[in-house]
């Protein structure tokens, strides 16, 4: 059993920057595969970035490519997701989750998440 607390969300201007960082406990966190997604009225969740355990790759959704980074801290049992070039439509609810598993694109696969954390970028 997993718990994922997300934090770091917040309103920031655009061209701006946030650093995004969700807690995990309650697991083997690097054998996990974390995932970030992200929410709007607008849209359905919506895969933002994932990455495997084990020391696997990073994968990012084309619409955040260059701009967002995702990491890793296994002493923290914390993942970490920098998010630099901020856009308006970047707004969202963000939220982590956890599988064990090597799915990383699939949000009905993921087994566990966080509360989310809002996102603003204003004009």
């Known amino acids: 059993q997993v718990q994922l607390v997300e934090s770091g969300g917040g309103v920031v201007q655009a061209g701006g920057s946030l650093r995004l960082s969700c807690a995990a406990s309650?697991?083997?966190?690097?054998?996990?595969?974390i995932g970030w997604f992200r929410q709007t009225p607008e849209k359905e969740r919506e895969w933002v970035a994932g990455?495997?355990?084990?020391?696997?790759?990073?994968y990012y959704a084309d619409s955040v490519k260059g701009r967002f980074t995702m990491s890793r801290d296994s002493g923290k049992s914390t993942a970490y997701l920098q998010m630099n070039s901020l856009k308006l439509e970047d707004s969202a609810i963000y939220y982590c989750?956890?599988?064990?598993?090597?799915?990383?694109?699939?949000?009905?696969?993921?087994?566990?998440w966080g509360q989310g954390t809002q996102v603003t970028v204003s004009a």
């Open positions: 989750a956890a599988r064990d598993g090597w799915g990383v694109t699939t949000e009905s696969l993921y087994d566990w």
């Open positions: 990455v495997r355990g084990n020391g696997g790759a990073t």
């Open positions: 309650g697991g083997s966190f690097s054998e996990l595969t």
